[in-house]
């Protein structure tokens, strides 16, 4: 594998795969362009040397062939707000002959854009000729979409097999997302504390026990929360539940008791009468909510113990919403969360937010200035804080 930075791509025909999956309004205009600011100093580097880029990504779930609302056009406006001065071409098919034209004549300092990989279900299958052909669009294969690294695709991971290890290598964007990661895994600075929330148990499982391993402490808050409750007795009302769990909670608490790994569980709930945003509310102990009752955020106590706990950390890795912060009345402990990660990190900790909805979450409260590094790749580090090998990341490894 070759060292990105340390390459130097003058008259080199790169062909990337970026994470352009952006969201578009109903004009066809990205609403959100972090993926391509993301990409952007990787594409960068190499159109600065003299380089060429070809580009090339999925965007929504098209059906397996074109559909104008999925076309990478779209995306070109937001691309070109970086790229002012660059001409950036265009091929609406990835693997038609035009499209080969336009690669093979790219000149050094423009970048081709190719349309929706996704157009062709052999995309997703990992199709080995679909890849092959793929690879003919440059003379090095550049994988920087970290968010797709988890899809063992035609463009993320069989594509790697037409390159020799002189010639495939990862971009800026996705070395950062694993170095962070293995920072908070493997390279920590006690204390270390997991925030691990969000709706259920079942996504989470496999993450809290290998954080077991790593951690000092763990603090459980979200929906998730309730299933180790009800499993050591508790009474949760009608509280997100997985009856399938409790046995699996059990035994993660006793694994991290074994490991001197404190885990937090919140002592009070902010509960509802419905889920909705203007319920009525209450604070309760959260092994004693009344039937009809649901926790739907941490209260004020754990959440004060949590903030505690957070501020004496070192290193700090955050998946998961505190509560249903998308309700304003339930969002007080996600958010306060939030605040204590940021003053954690003035104070000298290294903080990931990793994954999902904990990243809304972080942009949301307007914090994420605050904090060390936000993961742009939701499953993706997900699945690499869960110890897997990721495909996008073996396949340019081998
Ligand atoms: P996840 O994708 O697993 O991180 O879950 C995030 C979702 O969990 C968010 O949309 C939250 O609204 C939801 N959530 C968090 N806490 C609760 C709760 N106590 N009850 C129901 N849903 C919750």
Not at 92 to 104: G, K
Not at 235 to 246: A, H, M, V
Not at 288 to 305: K, Q, S
């Amino acid at each position: 594998m070759i060292n990105f930075k340390e390459t130097n791509f003058s008259g080199k025909r790169v062909v990337m795969r970026v994470d352009f999956n952006v969201p578009l309004n109903a004009e066809f205009q990205v609403t959100d362009d972090t993926r391509i600011e993301g990409a952007k100093a990787t594409i960068a580097k190499v159109l600065k040397e003299g380089g060429s880029v070809v580009l090339m990504s999925h965007l929504g779930r098209p059906k397996g062939g074109p559909e104008n609302k999925y076309s990478m056009k779209h995306v070109i406006p937001a691309l070109q707000v970086y790229f002012p001065d660059v001409k950036i071409n265009f091929a609406d098919d990835c693997i038609s002959e035009a499209a080969f034209n336009m690669s093979s004549t790219l000149k050094n300092g423009e970048i081709l854009l190719l349309e929706n990989l996704r157009f062709y279900p052999e995309e997703e299958k990992g199709n080995p000729d679909f890849a092959k052909k793929l690879s003919q669009h440059g003379d090095i294969y550049i994988n920087d979409a970290f968010g797709t690294a988890h899809r063992e695709h035609a463009s993320t991971a069989t594509i790697a097999k037409y390159f020799d290890k002189d010639h495939k290598g990862f971009g800026y964007l996705m070395a950062a997302e694993v170095e962070n990661a293995t920072k908070v895994l493997h390279d920590s600075v006690s204390p270390v504390t997991a925030i691990v929330g969000g709706a259920k148990v079942s996504d989470k499982i496999q993450l809290l026990e290998r954080l077991i391993d790593s951690m000092d402490n763990i603090l459980i808050g979200g929906g998730m929360a309730y299933t180790f409750i009800a499993a050591q007795g508790g009474k949760i009302g009608k509280s997100l539940f997985e009856p399938d769990y409790t046995d699996l909670a059990l035994k993660i608490i006793a694994k991290a008791k074994a490991n001197n790994t404190t885990i937090y569980l919140p002592g009070d709930s902010i509960i509802a009468d419905a889920f909705s945003a203007d319920a009525a509310s209450n604070v309760v102990a959260s092994d004693n909510i009344p039937d009809g009752w649901m926790g739907l955020d941490i209260g004020p106590v754990a959440t004060d113990v949590y903030s505690n706990v957070i501020k004496a950390s070192k290193t700090i890795l955050w998946n998961g919403p505190m509560g249903v912060f998308e309700f304003e009345k339930f969002a007080n402990g996600t958010f306060s969360v939030a605040k204590a990660v940021a003053e954690a990190t003035d104070k000298g900790a290294f903080s990931l937010i990793g994954g999902g909805d904990s990243v809304s979450a972080i942009n949301k409260s307007g914090l994420e200035s605050r904090v060390s590094y936000v993961s742009t790749g939701g499953g993706a580090m997900l699945e690499f804080l869960e110890g897997k090998e990721l495909p996008g990341i073996k396949a340019v490894k081998e």
